[in-house]
């Protein structure tokens, strides 16, 4: 019991801080889940691990494309390849060509493979019990679908191919997604045995 003239001792502001710290990072590790399903393709069986590597994400805006390819070359970097954005050489726009002219620019750039990352679909919804669904008061969920394609430049043949599910909740954080969604997709590259 606590007497009118007993100090009260603060929570010292190290456990407050700590305290906090882990409730935002479980916070934003709870936001999302990502999910692939990586193959190599027919093309890629008697390919030996590519350890040279450009990206390219196909996003018009450009700081988010700059950020996620800089995500990928990190952790592409992290399984000892070496690793190249595309962003500074090449904007979107300067790929309206054919399939052929797009290959030949970017095997000018040195590199002996591509890896293209796009989005190919976004749904929102409600989830929650069906009560709750009708009253307006289920959580708003996105779930983005994305493909990531890694081809030989030397020919344009795909070698492997992947296929990405996100699903975002309603409180998410970009940056956060973006570093999460580069990790698995060369972590299934490097469990397929298409980089070191």
């Not at 962003?87 to 890896?115: C, H, M, N, P, Y």
């Not at 998410?172 to 045995?193: C, F, N, T, W």
Request: with cysteine.
């Amino acid at each position: 019991m606590c007497k009118l003239n007993q100090e009260i001792t603060p929570t010292p502001p190290r456990t407050l801080t700590w305290l906090l710290a882990v409730c935002a990072i479980s916070f934003l590790t709870s936001c999302s889940s990502t999910h692939i399903q990586g193959s190599r393709t027919a093309a890629g069986l008697s390919v030996s691990p590519c350890r040279n590597v450009m990206v390219f994400a196909l996003d018009d805006r450009p700081d988010m494309r700059a950020q996620f390819e800089s995500d990928l070359v990190y952790f592409l970097q992290q399984r000892k390849v070496v690793a190249v954005g595309s962003s500074s050489q090449f904007a979107v726009s300067d790929f309206k060509e054919g399939a052929e002219e797009i290959r030949k620019k970017f095997a000018t750039a040195g590199t002996e493979s591509l890896l293209v990352v796009r989005v190919t679909g976004r749904t929102t919804f409600e989830k929650g019990p069906g009560y709750e669904r009708a009253a307006g008061f289920g959580e708003i969920e996105t779930d983005v679908q994305s493909v990531a394609t890694l081809y030989r430049l030397s020919d344009g043949v795909p070698i492997w191919n992947g296929k990405m599910d996100t699903i975002l909740k309603e409180q998410y954080h970009s940056r956060v997604e973006l570093r999460g969604a580069a990790k698995v997709i060369v972590s299934s590259l490097a469990k397929d045995k298409v980089i070191p």
